[in-house]
Structures are given as structure tokens and as C-alpha cells.
């Protein structure tokens, strides 16, 4: 079974649509996240939760908004997509906030924004 | 600002030519500095965590070292399966990872 999944893989859309990109993780952690990886690779922290709670949220346009349902999940939705929104997003989760705990990611949804 | 800084951003390496990567940081209260492995089309995967200058850890042709200011990961002896992006992140605190560009390792036979 895979331990963090996301969902869909790739997502092509146009400009100004609003889409989600889904996040389940079976390892019975506490905390996930959302990072984006642009076309650099850097890999760039957006949000985090805890225990349903937000604890990380960085400067992210607020078209984009997380939302945690339960502790094993944790889903990003992005309104009126543009350009430059087009990357690749993963979802990862670990233990809890303290450092020790390893941070597990899944394997990314690549977006397109046309 | 916090920051991370890898090198090189590509390395080529003959089958078994060792050689090192280097990630240096500025992190205000640095809690843990992490080596991930990214291969393509994948997520990263975890490697190593050090948390104080001067610890070193190991894992098979892989061993990580860490000091006030830099980590280095070194690979001996490296084969065409190693070839990969290695990630470097720092955390300062909720666990809250600052990533590097990586450096994408390419090893061939």
C-alpha cells in the first residue's frame, strides 16, 4: 500500500479554471503538508497541518486554500489558476512537528495551466 | 532570510569515482539538517537527519557529516544506481523544511 498517495497525477487545465488536488496518507501521522516544486526544482513549503489545525502557511496567494477533513488527509484547492501556478505539488506527512519526525511524500501531481 | 545552498548543481561520476556534495545553510536555530533523494517522476525520499556539528551518519556508499554552517554528502564508490537529484533541506523549527535546487548526480559505467 502506498503510504502517502495523491491524486491526479497530472492535471492539465486552463487559465482561470478552479481545480483540487487530493491528499490520503495511511501512516497514521499527525502532520501533513503541501510543498510546490517549480520548473528550478526548488521544492517550497505552502502549508502545513496539524492535527487538523493550521500551523504553517506561507506566502501563498490566497487563491490557493487547504483543507483537512480528518488527520489522513489533507487537500489543496486553487481558484482562478494562472500560468505560473503550473508546477508540481506534493503532499507529505510526517509524525508530528518535531523535527525527528521523518516528513514521507507522495509521488506529486504535475499541473498545467494552459 | 533563511536559505539553503547547494553544489554542485550537476555532478558526473565514473562507475566508482568518489567524490562529495555540499549544501551550506543560514537558518536562524537550525533543529535539523535532512539529505533527501529524488529520483524523476518521483516524490523525495528520506536519507539521513543530522542535528549537531560533528555528527556523521552512514548508509550503504553514503555517509553525511555536518558543520556549523555546511553539510556535505559523500559517496564512495558509486554506482550507476546512486544517479539521482539529492535534496538538502534545513529545519528551523515546526518542522518546516527549507530545500535546496539539488545537485543531480548522473554516475555511469
Given at each position: 500500500d502506498t503510504a502517502v498517495s495523491q491524486t491526479p497525477k497530472y492535471l492539465v487545465t486552463q487559465m482561470g479554471n478552479d481545480k483540487s488536488i487530493k491528499c490520503e496518507q495511511n501512516?497514521?501521522?499527525?502532520t501533513m503538508y503541501w510543498y510546490k516544486q517549480d520548473s528550478k526544482k526548488f521544492l517550497k513549503i505552502m502549508f502545513s497541518y496539524n492535527n487538523k489545525e493550521l500551523i504553517i502557511n506561507e506566502?501563498?496567494?490566497?487563491?490557493f486554500s487547504p483543507k483537512s477533513p480528518d488527520k489522513a488527509h489533507l487537500n489543496l484547492h486553487i481558484n482562478?489558476?494562472?500560468?505560473?501556478?503550473?508546477a508540481v505539488y506534493f503532499c507529505a506527512s510526517s509524525?508530528?512537528?518535531?523535527?525527528?519526525n521523518i516528513q514521507y511524500f507522495g509521488a506529486g501531481t504535475r499541473l498545467s495551466v494552459l | 532570510e533563511d536559505q539553503v545552498t547547494q553544489s554542485p548543481e550537476a555532478l558526473r561520476l565514473q562507475e566508482g569515482e568518489s567524490s562529495s556534495l555540499n549544501c551550506s545553510y543560514t537558518v536562524s536555530g537550525l533543529r535539523g539538517l535532512f539529505w533527501y533523494r529524488q529520483d524523476p517522476g518521483k516524490g523525495p525520499e528520506f536519507l539521513f537527519t543530522l542535528y549537531s556539528a560533528g555528527e556523521e551518519k552512514e548508509k550503504e556508499r553514503l555517509k553525511a557529516t555536518l558543520t556549523k554552517k555546511e553539510s556535505f554528502l559523500h559517496i564512495t564508490?558509486?554506482?550507476?544506481?546512486?544517479s539521482a537529484t539529492y535534496l538538502c533541506a534545513a529545519s528551523g523549527?515546526?518542522?518546516k523544511l527549507i530545500f535546496g535546487a539539488g545537485t543531480r548526480l548522473a554516475v555511469h559505467p
Amino acid at each position: 500500500d502506498t503510504a502517502v498517495s495523491q491524486t491526479p497525477k497530472y492535471l492539465v487545465t486552463q487559465m482561470g479554471n478552479d481545480k483540487s488536488i487530493k491528499c490520503e496518507q495511511n501512516l497514521g501521522h499527525d502532520t501533513m503538508y503541501w510543498y510546490k516544486q517549480d520548473s528550478k526544482k526548488f521544492l517550497k513549503i505552502m502549508f502545513s497541518y496539524n492535527n487538523k489545525e493550521l500551523i504553517i502557511n506561507e506566502t501563498v496567494p490566497n487563491r490557493f486554500s487547504p483543507k483537512s477533513p480528518d488527520k489522513a488527509h489533507l487537500n489543496l484547492h486553487i481558484n482562478s489558476l494562472e500560468l505560473g501556478d503550473s508546477a508540481v505539488y506534493f503532499c507529505a506527512s510526517s509524525l508530528g512537528t518535531d523535527t525527528k519526525n521523518i516528513q514521507y511524500f507522495g509521488a506529486g501531481t504535475r499541473l498545467s495551466v494552459l | 532570510e533563511d536559505q539553503v545552498t547547494q553544489s554542485p548543481e550537476a555532478l558526473r561520476l565514473q562507475e566508482g569515482e568518489s567524490s562529495s556534495l555540499n549544501c551550506s545553510y543560514t537558518v536562524s536555530g537550525l533543529r535539523g539538517l535532512f539529505w533527501y533523494r529524488q529520483d524523476p517522476g518521483k516524490g523525495p525520499e528520506f536519507l539521513f537527519t543530522l542535528y549537531s556539528a560533528g555528527e556523521e551518519k552512514e548508509k550503504e556508499r553514503l555517509k553525511a557529516t555536518l558543520t556549523k554552517k555546511e553539510s556535505f554528502l559523500h559517496i564512495t564508490a558509486p554506482k550507476p544506481e546512486d544517479s539521482a537529484t539529492y535534496l538538502c533541506a534545513a529545519s528551523g523549527g515546526y518542522n518546516k523544511l527549507i530545500f535546496g535546487a539539488g545537485t543531480r548526480l548522473a554516475v555511469h559505467p
